[in-house]
């Protein structure tokens, strides 16, 4: 068996190669057994439950359910750019959508996920926007609205935040970098001293990894980093070491 995990694809359409991508993992690569998690920002753009999107995506829901049929335990949480999608994925076998992270035990070692997004405490204004994203008023105006008009604002708020969030973290000031880095190693190190033997995020777009010593245990953190970019995604069989950056199928 093994644990396969996928963020932040960012996919734009049915069109885009690394949709392909991520068809390929859940219909060949993942087998009966597996794990995979879906660790947030799979798309530019899915919000709630909207026919525009599941129709959009439909491949991606007959993989799922393939998936799930032959025997994969399927784990999605969801990202800043893919939320309140419960109701979307639900009837799917074997697929559960978490808000915020998932634990995973196998043969004894524990792993932590998260999307990443709400790594960064002091990021006050982002975490404020998430919240009202997320709020019961949210979710009504969501569930209210066309899907139309939620894919036209959504695209033009993703191109805005293109334009002023580099696509990876090689894009920003060193100092900036440096920042993400010491926060998210510093989460991880807390998750490690949790009992936790792998942590693993995203959102960040760093393709970093760092060990930690922590009592006579050595815990591994890893971030998926932005495949569009490093053209990666990540594995961990039984017996690994550590996780493993696997290229992504073509």
């Not at 994969?72 to 949480?77: A, F, P, T, W």
């Not at 805005?160 to 989460?187: A, D, F, I, N, W």
């Amino acid at each position: 068996m093994s644990l396969l995990i996928v963020s932040d694809l960012h996919i734009s359409g049915a069109d885009d190669p690394l949709y392909f991508s991520l068809l390929l993992i859940l219909r060949e690569r993942a087998v009966a057994g597996d794990i995979v998690v879906l660790a947030g920002d799979l798309f530019d753009l899915f919000i709630g439950n909207k026919p525009i999107f599941i129709q959009r995506y439909s491949d991606l829901f007959a993989a799922l359910s393939e998936a799930g049929k032959k025997g994969v335990e399927i784990h999605y949480i969801e990202g800043n750019h893919d939320f309140l999608i419960a109701s979307a994925f639900r009837g799917i076998i074997g697929l559960t959508v978490h808000s915020h992270d998932v634990n995973i035990e196998i043969e004894g070692k524990r792993f932590y996920l998260a999307h990443g997004d709400t790594v960064d405490s002091r990021d006050y204004a982002y975490l404020l926007m998430r919240a009202f994203f997320r709020s019961l008023w949210m979710k009504a105006w969501i569930g209210l609205t066309p899907g139309k008009y939620l894919d036209k604002i959504g695209h033009s708020m993703s191109r805005k935040s293109r334009r002023k969030k580099p696509v990876s973290s090689s894009s920003l000031p060193l100092h900036r970098r440096e920042y993400l880095r010491r926060t998210y190693r510093s989460y991880a190190a807390e998750r490690l001293a949790q009992g936790y033997d792998f942590v693993i995020l995203g959102h960040c777009h760093d393709l970093d990894e760092m060990y930690f010593n922590i009592g006579d245990r050595l815990g591994q953190y890893i971030n998926v980093g932005y495949p569009r970019v490093h053209g990666s995604f990540l594995s961990w069989t039984p017996g690994d070491e550590k996780v493993q950056r696997e290229k992504l199928p073509e």
